[in-house]
């Protein structure tokens, strides 16, 4: 991950910003008091909310372990979506 400051952003904020979409990764800025914040594309941000949402849920959970078990065992099905998953599209 790239880091750099606050004044660097401020001159270069297009270069940065574009570097951050184009490549997909993430940018840590540094302010004068040491603060940083982390610059991430969009799809990025929404990867991240979509895993933490399905990873975040039990029954999501569950299911996807049932599902690696079946894997494992070549047991596997073809089954639909949990209903929360599947009103995504």
Known sequence: MEHIT???????VCHY??????????????????????IISEANYRNLRANQLVLGDPAHQAWIQESMRQVRELDAQQTSL????????
């Open 82 to 89: 949990p209903r929360a998953l599947d009103e995504t599209k």
């Open 6 to 12: 606050d004044t660097e952003l401020q001159r270069k």
């Open 17 to 38: 910003l574009n570097g951050v979409t184009d490549r997909r990764k993430p940018l840590t800025v540094t302010a004068k008091n040491g603060d940083e914040v982390v």
